[in-house]
């Protein structure tokens, strides 16, 4: 009988806990949409603060923190769909090894990159071209893509069902948050090289089907449109891979939080990939540093592997998701952010 009453005592703390909090939100959002001018949107976080007399009079940037957190919010996006055609195969294959197909580098990757699965029936390995392996940022290209072709397929779109994609450059660059001056379109040009020239070579299925092949991520791009008072191209046309296409048709997606084009650095960006495809709708997931290491495809050293998550920790920028490392055993905890769906979840696991 008492240990019923406990757990009673523990459900009614824990909902009033969710309560207090969604109260404390709701307040502050009617406070906002009925006093503007009481908040004021820092670029380099998404904490509203308030606007006083003190901190409104000629502030000075911060140079030494101009460099961290999120990137400002270019412009408004929509909600976007992750391939995940890399893991999907990996999955089927019972291995617990994510496949880092994108370079975590920020200078040309020159490297040959080799897995095979424990039984030799699988494998895929990644070659880079003389401009180097495709990088963690060129992979936007193939969001937005993918974007496009899954929302055009769940609408029984007929064009849906062609490789060949073409779009804007405008709308890609604001699509990923990106500015729209002349050096992101040589970017995306670049990036577009770097994807067409890394080939892949493996026999893992996708969309249901297995061909051991070799290939480029994208088979071909090419201009379509340029601007007739500059080089600056206007639209593009892509053909995707067979291996990438057969996937997005499968819908082997995940959708992605929009703060994901927001993220600094390309391990930020593969450790919110990593929780988004382990946790799904769980709300808390373990892994130990070394397999992490592994699965994020760093290059560095394990003690700088650990020094780099540790900032990724303090600074808490992750859409979605918090980490922490239990540095006597190395374990690495991901968990979600949403406070309310934590505390139901632990009165579910108490009712158990």
């Known amino acids: ?186 970017r995306l040009e670049m990036a577009m090289e770097r994807l067409r020239g890394t080939s892949i070579k493996t026999n893992i299925k996708t969309g249901g089907e297995r061909v051991k092949e070799s290939f480029g991520l994208i088979e071909r791009w090419k201009i379509v449109e340029k601007s007739p008072t500059d080089e600056r191209m206007i639209a593009v046309e892509i053909t995707l891979s067979e291996w990438l296409f057969n996937a997005v048709q499968a819908h082997e997606v995940l959708t992605i939080n929009r703060d994901y084009f927001r993220l600094r650095k390309p391990l930020e960006r593969r450790l919110y990939e990593l929780a988004r495809k382990h946790m799904g709708h769980q709300t808390n997931w373990k892994i130990g540093l070394n397999l992490l290491h592994e699965k994020t495809g760093s290059k560095s050293e394990l003690k700088e592997f650990r020094r780099m998550i540790i900032e990724i920790i303090e600074s808490d920028t992750l859409p979605d998701y918090r980490i922490l490392l239990n540095k006597e055993n190395d374990q690495v905890h991901f968990y979600i952010k949403s406070a309310k769906r934590l505390a139901l979840n632990l009165i579910k696991n108490i009712e158990k």
């Open 1 to 186: 009988m008492k240990a019923e009453q406990k757990k009673q005592m523990i459900r009614k703390n824990l909902t009033e806990r969710v309560v207090a909090i969604a109260a404390k939100s709701k307040a502050r959002r009617i406070a906002k949409l009925q006093q503007p001018e009481l908040f004021k949107t820092d670029a380099s976080s998404s904490h509203i603060q308030p606007v006083t007399q003190q901190n409104n009079s000629k502030i000075k940037p911060n140079k030494s923190n101009s460099d961290r957190g999120l990137l400002p919010v270019r412009h408004p996006t929509r909600d976007f769909f992750l391939c995940d055609m890399f893991d999907y195969a990996l999955k089927e294959d019972g291995a617990s090894m994510e496949v880092p197909i994108f370079t975590l580098a920020t200078k040309p990757d020159l490297t040959v990159w080799h897995w095979q699965s424990k039984d030799g029936d699988r494998s895929i390995t990644v070659t880079p071209s003389v401009q180097g392996r495709a990088t963690q940022f060129d992979k936007d290209v193939l969001i937005y893509i993918i974007s496009q072709m899954t929302e055009a397929l769940n609408r029984n779109r007929f064009d849906a069902r062609s490789r060949i994609v073409r779009f804007t450059v405008y709308d890609y660059l604001v699509s990923t948050n990106k500015p729209t001056g002349g050096k992101e379109y040589q």
